[in-house]
């Protein structure tokens, strides 16, 4: 270990508890939720294999009030959630490292639609969950019950063996819409001053130290900031007098901003690491608790300047303990070259935002641990073979690692000079140059193994069959389609548009630029932005309502939008593009009226095809596959699983376990 790094290893105490270093996994969803306890576990257990001193679980429910369908979530509305979640803090125990859990009531955030119970808050307002109802104002008499909620809740967590209990007041739930006054206009004991705002929060911190603080540690996670100006609460007013008031009450501060999630997690297409500073660096001054917030912290020597500083005690993360839940091992074992680093492409977001489970763009073991059983450090030797991956992008460089990492014998072949593929393209847009870490980190770690690597050397099908390898795996990536096919049209006349593929070899559009898009993800937006910044007129079109609509998964989609508004980039929305002559002619997608945006240049971003040219005259040769976007052009993340399985099960399939609530597995 480096001698400099020393100080992040060191125990810490939280209340009864100690942690065995300051890595921190704060709590993140998983996709799981108590519907799958063993997958959450498995997720778990490998985070403290990995070196985390305290793993966390997401959000627990401890009312049916409180239920977030259909996004998964935990529960401990009752004693038969006890056992299921014993599994997560004993797999935890398991490598020594504290479990923590994060009790959670949503509040007008609740959506309740499997259980179908009134939406609570403190006030009678719309609900927060786009749907057209109202949450119910709490009486006195709910909030008793819901103190004791969650009492019987952290009662439960305890006797399922967790050491840190947590009582969630961020990310505008319910305990946070009582604090703020933009949610809370009560004339009661709980409404008007920041004191009586904050009077639930103390009762909760009381109520959950008095039920378990014997032997569990009692955190509160805050958000010192929503973001929304003197109306809410700020770090400079509100937020900081919260910790006045409570500081010595809970045995943690987990602090961080709030508003919508989007906040917190921001990518780093908007973020630099340790983006939250500025706003939670007063915390520690005012308690002498200790104290932990997050910044997608990836670099070790930041760590121990935000501890050093006195930032903060421990280093959290969840996105970075995603990317890679090795990270404090590699550190304390001198290896902090090896790291996976997050990118911040907030893939592990979209996830959690479209109810499934948990994935990631570097790790593609991320949420298969327990369904396909894949360790992030570990794969089965298989027999010693000769390998030729044909294609040295993203899918490419994983394939060829993990099969080197296998014992095979391992040649990879890219017909341009530098290895990355797509990777050397889009980490040139507009805040994305952290995505080339998923090329570095890769040609790194091959350069640990005995692969062989060819640049500069493109094959034709003859020179692949002369090769003579056992395997051939043909990763030779995707390009832009030119006839304007995407998600919402079925393609037009386009013969003089460009497409970002043009963009990116260095095209240069001439006069006002139209762009349009109808695939949704961040290209489009990302190239409007880069020209807009260049002094380019540039016109947004889209068929959707929004830019990028598909980014509001990855919680980007507003600050795009702002973006490029700030930017003075035209948005036209709600329209099809049917033709081009001196501008595009469209149509509107509800009525089908014709429009024409005049211009000198197209650049369409709607979808991508396969390159499947050498695959197609391969046909026929033994141990010939197809992975990543030559398989089915996607999200980087898809295109690296996609590899990675394939070199997974290159010497046979491998099942994929489901579990069978109630059934077991």
Same mark, same amino acid.
């Given at each position: 270990?480096?001698?400099?790094?020393?100080?992040?290893?060191?125990?810490?105490?939280?209340?009864?508890?100690?942690?065995?270093?300051?890595?921190?996994?704060?709590?993140?969803?998983?996709?799981?939720?108590?519907?799958?306890?063993?997958?959450?576990?498995?997720?778990?257990?490998?985070?403290?294999?990995?070196?985390?001193?305290?793993?966390?679980?997401?959000?627990?429910?401890?009312?049916?009030?409180?239920?977030?369908?259909?996004?998964?979530?935990?529960?401990?509305?009752?004693?038969?959630?006890?056992?299921?979640?014993?599994?997560?803090?004993?797999?935890?125990?398991?490598?020594?490292?504290?479990?923590?859990?994060?009790?959670?009531?949503?509040?007008?955030?609740?959506?309740?639609?499997?259980?179908?119970?009134?939406?609570?808050?403190?006030?009678?307002?719309?609900?927060?969950?786009?749907?057209?109802?109202?949450?119910?104002?709490?009486?006195?008499?709910?909030?008793?019950?819901?103190?004791?909620?969650?009492?019987?809740?952290?009662?439960?967590?305890?006797?399922?063996?967790?050491?840190?209990?947590?009582?969630?007041?961020?990310?505008?739930?319910?305990?946070?819409?009582?604090?703020?006054?933009?949610?809370?206009?009560?004339?009661?004991?709980?409404?008007?001053?920041?004191?009586?705002?904050?009077?639930?929060?103390?009762?909760?911190?009381?109520?959950?130290?008095?039920?378990?603080?014997?032997?569990?540690?009692?955190?509160?996670?805050?958000?010192?900031?929503?973001?929304?100006?003197?109306?809410?609460?700020?770090?400079?007013?509100?937020?900081?007098?919260?910790?006045?008031?409570?500081?010595?009450?809970?045995?943690?501060?987990?602090?961080?901003?709030?508003?919508?999630?989007?906040?917190?997690?921001?990518?780093?297409?908007?973020?630099?690491?340790?983006?939250?500073?500025?706003?939670?660096?007063?915390?520690?001054?005012?308690?002498?608790?200790?104290?932990?917030?997050?910044?997608?912290?990836?670099?070790?020597?930041?760590?121990?300047?935000?501890?050093?500083?006195?930032?903060?005690? *421990?280093?959290?993360?969840?996105?970075?303990?995603?990317?890679?839940?090795?990270?404090?091992?590699?550190?304390?074992?001198?290896?902090?070259?090896?790291?996976?680093?997050?990118?911040?492409?907030?893939?592990?977001?979209?996830?959690?935002?479209?109810?499934?489970?948990?994935?990631?763009?570097?790790?593609?073991?991320?949420?298969?641990?327990?369904?396909?059983?894949?360790?992030?450090?570990?794969?089965?030797?298989?027999?010693?073979?000769?390998?030729?991956?044909?294609?040295?992008?993203?899918?490419?460089?994983?394939?060829?690692?993990?099969?080197?990492?296998?014992?095979?014998?391992?040649?990879?072949?890219?017909?341009?000079?530098?290895?990355?593929?797509?990777?050397?393209?889009?980490?040139?847009?507009?805040?994305?140059?952290?995505?080339?870490?998923?090329?570095?980190?890769?040609?790194?770690?091959?350069?640990?193994?005995?692969?062989?690597?060819?640049?500069?050397?493109?094959?034709?099908?003859?020179?692949?069959?002369? *090769?003579?390898?056992?395997?051939?795996?043909?990763?030779?990536?995707?390009?832009?389609?030119?006839?304007?096919?995407?998600?919402?049209?079925?393609?037009?006349?386009?013969?003089?548009?460009?497409?970002?593929?043009?963009?990116?070899?260095?095209?240069?559009?001439?006069?006002?630029?139209?762009?349009?898009?109808?695939?949704?993800?961040?290209?489009?937006?990302?190239?409007?932005?880069?020209?807009?910044?260049?002094?380019?007129?540039?016109?947004?079109?889209?068929?959707?309502?929004?830019?990028?609509?598909?980014?509001?998964?990855?919680?980007?989609?507003?600050?795009?939008?702002?973006?490029?508004?700030?930017?003075?980039?035209?948005?036209?929305?709600?329209?099809?593009?049917?033709?081009?002559?001196?501008?595009?002619?469209?149509?509107?997608?509800?009525?089908?009226?014709?429009?024409?945006?005049?211009?000198?240049?197209?650049?369409?971003?709607?979808?991508?095809?396969?390159?499947?040219?050498?695959?197609?005259?391969?046909?026929?040769?033994?141990?010939?596959?197809?992975?990543?976007?030559?398989?089915?052009?996607?999200?980087?993340?898809?295109?690296?699983?996609?590899?990675?399985?394939?070199?997974?099960?290159?010497?046979?399939?491998?099942?994929?376990?489901?579990?069978?609530?109630?059934?077991?597995?």
């Amino acid at each position: 270990m480096d001698p400099s790094h020393a100080i992040l290893f060191e125990p810490v105490k939280i209340g009864p508890v100690t942690a065995p270093n300051r890595f921190y996994q704060t709590p993140h969803a998983t996709g799981f939720g108590w519907q799958r306890p063993q997958s959450g576990a498995a997720l778990r257990k490998v985070k403290a294999e990995g070196g985390w001193g305290v793993v966390c679980t997401e959000y627990c429910s401890i009312h049916p009030s409180s239920d977030d369908s259909p996004h998964a979530f935990l529960t401990l509305w009752d004693d038969g959630d006890i056992a299921p979640l014993a599994l997560t803090a004993a797999a935890i125990h398991d490598h020594g490292a504290l479990a923590g859990i994060e009790l959670w009531h949503g509040g007008a955030h609740a959506s309740n639609r499997m259980t179908r119970l009134p939406t609570l808050a403190p006030r009678v307002q719309p609900a927060l969950y786009h749907l057209p109802s109202t949450a119910r104002a709490m009486d006195r008499a709910d909030i008793r019950a819901f103190r004791l909620w969650q009492r019987e809740a952290a009662l439960r967590a305890k006797r399922a063996g967790f050491d840190i209990i947590y009582v969630y007041a961020g990310h505008d739930y319910l305990p946070f819409q009582f604090l703020s006054a933009r949610t809370n206009d009560r004339g009661d004991a709980y409404g008007g001053s920041l004191e009586n705002r904050a009077r639930l929060l103390r009762e909760m911190l009381e109520d959950t130290k008095e039920a378990v603080g014997d032997t569990c540690a009692v955190a509160v996670r805050l958000a010192v900031d929503e973001l929304q100006g003197p109306q809410g609460v700020t770090s400079e007013a509100e937020g900081r007098e919260v910790v006045e008031l409570l500081a010595e009450i809970p045995d943690l501060w987990d602090v961080n901003i709030a508003g919508a999630l989007g906040n917190d997690s921001k990518s780093a297409r908007f973020s630099e690491e340790g983006f939250q500073e500025d706003y939670i660096r007063f915390v520690k001054g005012l308690t002498s608790k200790p104290v932990v917030s997050v910044g997608r912290f990836t670099s070790p020597d930041r760590m121990v300047s935000q501890i050093r500083r006195g930032i903060q005690d *421990f280093i959290g993360a969840a996105r970075p303990s995603i990317a890679d839940p090795f990270l404090p091992a590699k550190i304390r074992e001198g290896r902090a070259d090896e790291i996976r680093e997050c990118i911040g492409c907030n893939i592990c977001r979209a996830a959690n935002n479209e109810a499934v489970g948990l994935r990631c763009t570097q790790n593609p073991t991320m949420g298969e641990e327990w369904r396909r059983g894949w360790h992030p450090e570990r794969v089965p030797p298989a027999k010693r073979e000769k390998v030729l991956v044909v294609g040295g992008g993203p899918a490419g460089l994983e394939a060829a690692l993990t099969l080197a990492r296998r014992g095979l014998e391992v040649h990879l072949a890219e017909k341009a000079r530098q290895f990355g593929g797509r990777v050397n393209r889009e980490s040139t847009l507009p805040g994305l140059a952290t995505w080339g870490r998923v090329r570095d980190h890769r040609l790194h770690m091959l350069g640990k193994t005995d692969a062989t690597l060819y640049p500069e050397s493109e094959m034709t099908a003859q020179d692949i069959r002369d *090769f003579g390898a056992a395997h051939v795996v043909i990763a030779t990536g995707s390009v832009w389609r030119r006839d304007g096919m995407g998600v919402c049209g079925m393609g037009g006349a386009f013969p003089a548009a460009l497409t970002p593929d043009d963009i990116f070899a260095g095209a240069d559009p001439g006069g006002d630029v139209v762009i349009y898009d109808d695939e949704h993800y961040f290209m489009a937006g990302a190239l409007a932005e880069r020209l807009a910044t260049q002094g380019r007129r540039v016109t947004y079109v889209t068929p959707q309502a929004q830019v990028s609509t598909w980014t509001a998964y990855t919680d980007e989609q507003g600050f795009i939008q702002a973006r490029l508004m700030g930017l003075g980039v035209r948005i036209v929305t709600g329209q099809v593009a049917r033709s081009w002559d001196q501008g595009l002619h469209s149509v509107c997608t509800y009525t089908g009226r014709e429009a024409f945006t005049p211009a000198e240049t197209l650049i369409l971003c709607t979808g991508r095809l396969p390159v499947t040219g050498l695959y197609d005259q391969l046909q026929g040769l033994p141990g010939l596959a197809l992975v990543g976007d030559a398989l089915q052009p996607s999200s980087m993340a898809d295109a690296i699983h996609s590899a990675h399985r394939f070199a997974r099960e290159i010497d046979g399939p491998q099942p994929l376990r489901r579990e069978m609530p109630g059934l077991g597995s």
